[in-house]
C-alpha cells in the first residue's frame, strides 16, 4: 500500500471514530436531557441512602467516558504516556459502569426467580468474572490499537454475551409466568411489575445483545485494530442507558421520589407496593419480588373474597328461606329509608309492593326490593 493509500485509510478511520463517538454522546445526552426531571424526583429528591442511587449513578455518568474518549482520539491528552494513562482512566469509569450494570440484572434475577441460590451461583461466578476480566484489561489500554492483555479481551466478550443471554432468558420467561397467571390479558397488566421487568428484559436482550455479539465478532475478526473496538462506543452507553431508566422505574415504583408519593400510589401496582410495605428492610428489596409470587397471592387474594361472598350470602338465603330472589339483583333499603316507605302506606303494604309483582319505574331496573335487618330503627 503506498503511503498515500495508507493516509487516506487513517483519515477514513479517524472520520469514523469521530461520527461514532458523536453519535453515541448525542444519543446518551438526548435521554439524559428525556429523563433529567424524573431523575430530580426519583433519585436526588428521594431516599438517596440507598444502593440504587449509587448504580444510578454508574450507570448513568459512564457516560463520561465516551466524553474523554472523544477528547483522546481528537488529541487533547497529547501523546506518549499522557494519553496511555488517559485510556486508562476511561477504562476505569468503563468497568464502574459496567459493573453497575451487571451487578444491577444479577440483583434482580436472583429477586424475581424467588431467590434461586443456584440462579445466584451459576449468574454471580460469571458476573464476578467479568468484573475481574473487565479489570485486568485496564492496564493494558493504550492509544494506538488494542489492549495489550488479548486474553482478558477474548474471555470478556464471550462471558458478557453469556451473562446478558441468560439473564434476559431467566427475566422473560419468569415475567411471561406472572402475566399469564390466572387467565387474564397480558395488555390488562400494562401498569404491574411483570409488565415491566419483562418489557424491560425484551428489550435488553433484543438490543444490547446484538451489539453485544457483534463485538465479540469483532474481537475475532479484527483484532488489534480501531474496528475491534468499533461498537465499544454503543454496547456500555446503551447498557447503561436502559439500566438507568430501569432503576428509575423502580425508584416511581417504590414511591420513595416525593414525600406524598406512597399516598397517590396507584391501584395498578398494589400488589407489588404491598409486598414492600417493609420499605426495603435489605439491600435486595429495592430490586422488587417475585411477580410469580406477587400473582399467586392477588389470585388467592381474589379467590378469598368470591368465597366469602358466597358464604355470607349462603347464611342469608338460610336465615330467610321464604327469599328465593338473589341478593345482588335486588336493591337494597337501610332502616331509614324503610321507615319512610312504612310512613306513607304502611308496612303490610310496603311488603306486599316488595314481593308482589314488579312496578316498572322510569330511570329504575324494575326489580324488587328487599330490607336490609339490622338497622338503628326496627321494624314493628
Excluded at 494506538?144 to 454475551?161: E, K, M, P, R, Y
Excluded at 417475585?290 to 378469598?304: F, H, L, M, N, T
Aim: net charge neutral; hydrophobic share 45%.
Amino acid at each position: 500500500m503506498s503511503a498515500s493509500a495508507a493516509a487516506v485509510a487513517a483519515a477514513e478511520t479517524h472520520f469514523l471514530q469521530y461520527a461514532v463517538q458523536w453519535a453515541s454522546i448525542a444519543l446518551l445526552y438526548y435521554d439524559y436531557a428525556l429523563t433529567f426531571r424524573e431523575e430530580v424526583k426519583f433519585i436526588w429528591r428521594g431516599n438517596k441512602r440507598s444502593l440504587l442511587v449509587v448504580l444510578y449513578v454508574c450507570t448513568r455518568y459512564a457516560l463520561l467516558a465516551n466524553v474523554l474518549f472523544l477528547l483522546a482520539i481528537s488529541g487533547k491528552f497529547g501523546g506518549g504516556g499522557a494519553c496511555d494513562a488517559a485510556y486508562k482512566v476511561i477504562g476505569v469509569v468503563s468497568v464502574l459502569g459496567r459493573a453497575a450494570v451487571i451487578f444491577t440484572f444479577l440483583a434482580r434475577v436472583y429477586v424475581i426467580c424467588a431467590r434461586n441460590k443456584l440462579i445466584l451461583g451459576c449468574l454471580g461466578a460469571i458476573a464476578v468474572t467479568v468484573v475481574v476480566l473487565d479489570a485486568i484489561h485496564v492496564p493494558g489500554l493504550r492509544c494506538h490499537g488494542s489492549s495489550s492483555i488479548q486474553i482478558a479481551n477474548t474471555l470478556l466478550s464471550i462471558l458478557v454475551c453469556a451473562f446478558e443471554a441468560l439473564a434476559a432468558l431467566f427475566t422473560l420467561f419468569r415475567s411471561i409466568q406472572a402475566l399469564r397467571f390466572g387467565g387474564s390479558p397480558i395488555s390488562t397488566k400494562r401498569h404491574t411489575f411483570s409488565y415491566l421487568v419483562a418489557e424491560q428484559g425484551i428489550l435488553y436482550f433484543s438490543l444490547i445483545s446484538a451489539f453485544t455479539i457483534g463485538a465479540t465478532v469483532l474481537n475475532f475478526r479484527a483484532a488489534g485494530g480501531f474496528f475491534q473496538r468499533l461498537l465499544n462506543a454503543f454496547t456500555l452507553p446503551l447498557s447503561g442507558l436502559i439500566t438507568a431508566r430501569f432503576i428509575l422505574r423502580l425508584r416511581a415504583y417504590h414511591g420513595r421520589g416525593t414525600p406524598d408519593d406512597s399516598a397517590h400510589a396507584t391501584s395498578s401496582v398494589s400488589a407489588f407496593e404491598v409486598a414492600n410495605q417493609d420499605n426495603s428492610r435489605t439491600v435486595l428489596d429495592e430490586f422488587g419480588v417475585d411477580p410469580v409470587q406477587v400473582a399467586s397471592r392477588k389470585s388467592d387474594e381474589e379467590r378469598g373474597e368470591y368465597s366469602a361472598h358466597g358464604l355470607r350470602f349462603a347464611i342469608n338465603r338460610g336465615e330467610r328461606p321464604g327469599w328465593d330472589i338473589d341478593i345482588d339483583q335486588t336493591d337494597t333499603y337501610v332502616g331509614s329509608d324503610f321507615q319512610s316507605i312504612s310512613s306513607e302506606g304502611g308496612v303490610d303494604n310496603a311488603l306486599s309492593r316488595a314481593f308482589g309483582p314488579p312496578e316498572f319505574l322510569e330511570g329504575s331496573s324494575g326489580r324488587p326490593k328487599e330490607f336490609v335487618e339490622g338497622s338503628s330503627r326496627s321494624m314493628v
